[in-house]
């Protein structure tokens, strides 16, 4: 759903922003803290501090955000999975990183579009072809395993028409098998949470423990000539 934001609404994108600049300011802090431990300098400890205490204020920021606006979130990302849906087209190759994404979030995740399969009814390649092909991300038949992307033929009823009951889908929206999945692993998601956060406090101990006991050098001590 990452690969996603990029398309997304300003502030799914700031978000993304905002865990590159974090992951970047990580890397950086991390060298900073080495450096300032091999040589003993308090200066370079003590930004450390202040940089895992930015990071750690930033994690739990955003942590609260997600469970306050988790509404507006999943309204967002209606929005924004629609519109891929409703644009799919396997010749594109401008969208193509991000059809890939989708197929993936589907295929993993065993649904289809975001709140059923008959989201995909708004495609403007499956209306044109009467329904009569169906997403392959979708499938739940085991001949469509090997294709994971585009569209998959469906036997063409008397009529010549169809809907997506009609398709050999998994009826499951991929709103819910997202939900679930977080909901099954939430204990093992918690507990990542803690443990990193434990870590950032011990790495906070530890930076101004070792600051506080590096003794500045006392000039006025030293004998005048």
């Known amino acids: 759903l990452l690969a996603l934001t990029e398309m997304s609404s300003p502030s799914l994108k700031t978000g993304a922003y905002i865990l590159i600049g974090v992951g970047g300011l990580t890397m950086l802090m991390g060298f900073l803290g080495c450096i300032g431990a091999?040589?003993?300098?308090?200066?370079?400890?003590g930004l450390y501090f202040t940089c895992l205490i930015a990071i750690l204020i930033t994690q739990v920021a955003a942590g609260l955000v997600i469970y306050f606006q988790?509404?507006?979130l999943k309204e967002e990302l209606f929005h924004v999975v629609g519109n891929l849906i409703e644009n799919y087209d396997p010749l594109k190759d401008d969208q193509e990183n991000f059809q890939?994404?989708?197929?993936?979030?589907?295929a993993r995740v065993a649904c289809c579009g975001?709140?059923?399969a008959k989201d995909w009814e708004n495609n403007k390649i499956l209306i044109n072809q009467s329904m009569t092909a169906y997403p392959c991300s979708c499938s739940n038949s085991s001949k469509d395993l090997q294709v994971d992307s585009g569209f998959c033929a469906l036997d063409v009823p008397a009529n010549g028409t169809a809907t997506s009951a009609d398709w050999p889908v998994h009826e499951q929206g991929c709103m819910d098998g997202v939900e679930k999945w977080l909901k099954d692993n939430l204990g093992?998601?918690?507990?990542?949470?803690?443990?990193?956060?434990?870590?950032?406090?011990?790495?906070?101990?530890?930076?101004?423990?070792?600051?506080?006991?590096?003794?500045?050098?006392?000039?006025t001590k030293v004998p005048k000539s």
Not at 38 to 45: G, H, K, P, S
């Open 38 to 45: 091999v040589n003993e300098i308090r200066c370079l400890l």
């Open 70 to 72: 988790k509404e507006k």
């Open 100 to 106: 890939h994404a989708w197929d993936y979030v589907q």
């Open 114 to 116: 975001w709140t059923g």
């Open 188 to 219: 093992i998601i918690l507990g990542v949470c803690t443990g990193v956060a434990v870590i950032e406090l011990l790495g906070m101990i530890l930076s101004i423990s070792l600051c506080k006991n590096i003794h500045s050098e006392d000039y």
